[in-house]
């Protein structure tokens, strides 16, 4: 099989979907693959280096997109990219699509077939707890006096008080967050749902400034705190959040939230997607940070488990096909988005009013 790895335009973008390890692994198999000038470049990989590995460089994305059969990627596709989209394509990348009709729009009028990366962790997406770990640094950097911050330090000096922090949701990406902030020094409680992830969190941080409480306590938390990370992924159909805008006004003014999950209008009522060029805004005089490609900072360790992650689905495919690859493996077929124009993943139908035929009916066929 042809596998393509274009050069991610993402603004600030710097992860690469294959390594020369995985790029190696798949030539050696037989099959081919075709990447991007400069596609590694903010990952430490030079096109030299992806020679070496038997890969074919290509100048542009055109060139990728008209070589190749599988298109692997690490972020959604932009608008400058939907040209160059083929019905022959099978897409493997973060889509995202219940959130961005016109991708989803345009995968469907173009009549591939789309898995997103995202649904297919059996045991979570790698890049999470690098999320986690990275969002929570950034918390600590906005609480400081000269960015708006409180000022409190994260560590404890002449009996002042260190800086206290909420996180929201104790799975990958909040026990990420945890590993920062309490390595740090910081105070921090940890909310979840799920009695289990706080009893674990508790156990894994009993010497240290933490504890742990069911979510449905989150008031009592809010007026205290100089940081509020949410780590929790928010179903994109519920009205509802954990933190509403009339929240805000419980908060110290000088507060900061960074919403690592970053879902639009979800756990965090007034949370939108932001860049790395420009990460924060004010909502009723609070800071948010909502950078939603957060692992794209430390290109160098999340293009490596990234594409660790995805190189059996791509060996995979490439021995026998996507659907059969999906009808051997249930976490790949969980990630199936589109096939020959049908939808068929029930987020989106449901949060954009669509259609949709289930995965298991194509896959059953």
């Known amino acids: 099989m042809k596998i393509g790895v274009p050069k991610e335009i993402k603004p600030q973008e710097g992860r690469v979907a294959l390594l020369p390890e995985q790029v190696e692994n798949l030539t050696g198999d037989g099959e081919e693959v075709f990447v991007q000038k400069d596609a590694g470049l903010l990952s430490g990989i030079s096109d030299q280096d992806y020679s070496a590995a038997g890969a074919t460089i290509c100048q542009t994305a055109a060139e990728i997109f008209e070589a190749a059969e599988l298109i692997v990627k690490v972020k959604e596709i932009l608008p400058a990219e939907f040209d160059l989209l083929q019905k022959h394509h099978i897409l493997l990348t973060n889509i995202h699509s219940a959130n961005d009709r016109p991708q989803l729009d345009q995968l469907l009028k173009v009549g591939l077939t789309a ?9 979570g997406s790698p890049n999470c707890p690098l999320a986690g770990e ?10 400081l006096a000269h960015h708006g911050g409180t000022g409190r330090h994260f560590m404890s000096h002449f009996g002042a008080p260190v800086s206290k922090a909420i996180v929201l949701g104790l799975g990958h990406v909040g026990r990420g967050a945890l590993r920062t902030l309490l390595s740090l020094g910081v105070e921090v409680v940890g909310l979840d ?13 009993h010497n240290a400034h933490f504890r742990a409480d069911d979510i449905a306590n989150l008031h009592d938390y809010l007026g205290a705190a100089d940081m509020i990370f949410n780590c929790v992924m928010w179903p994109k159909h519920r009205n509802d959040h954990l933190i509403h805008r009339s929240d ?23 949370s939108r997607p932001t860049s790395w060029q420009d990460p924060v805004y004010v909502e009723d005089g609070i800071r948010h940070f909502c950078v939603d490609n957060i692992p794209g900072a430390v290109p160098i360790s999340s293009s490596a488990g990234y594409a660790s ?10 021995k026998h096909g996507v659907l059969e690859a999906c009808r051997r493996d249930l976490w790949l077929a969980q990630g199936l988005n589109c096939v020959d124009g049908i939808l068929t993943l029930e987020e989106a139908a449901r949060v954009q009013g669509r259609d949709f035929t289930p995965a298991a009916e194509i896959l059953n066929k």
């Open 115 to 123: 898995i997103a990366a995202e649904d297919t962790h059996q045991f």
């Open 134 to 143: 990275v969002g929570a640094f950034e918390g600590v950097r906005l609480s």
């Open 193 to 205: 749902i799920n009695p289990g992830a706080r009893k674990q969190a508790s156990l894994d941080w």
């Open 248 to 270: 805000l006004a419980r908060l110290k003014p000088t507060a900061v939230i960074v919403d690592i999950s970053c879902d639009e209008g979800g756990a965090i009522e007034t």
């Open 309 to 318: 992650a995805l190189l059996p689905h791509i060996k995979s495919i490439a």
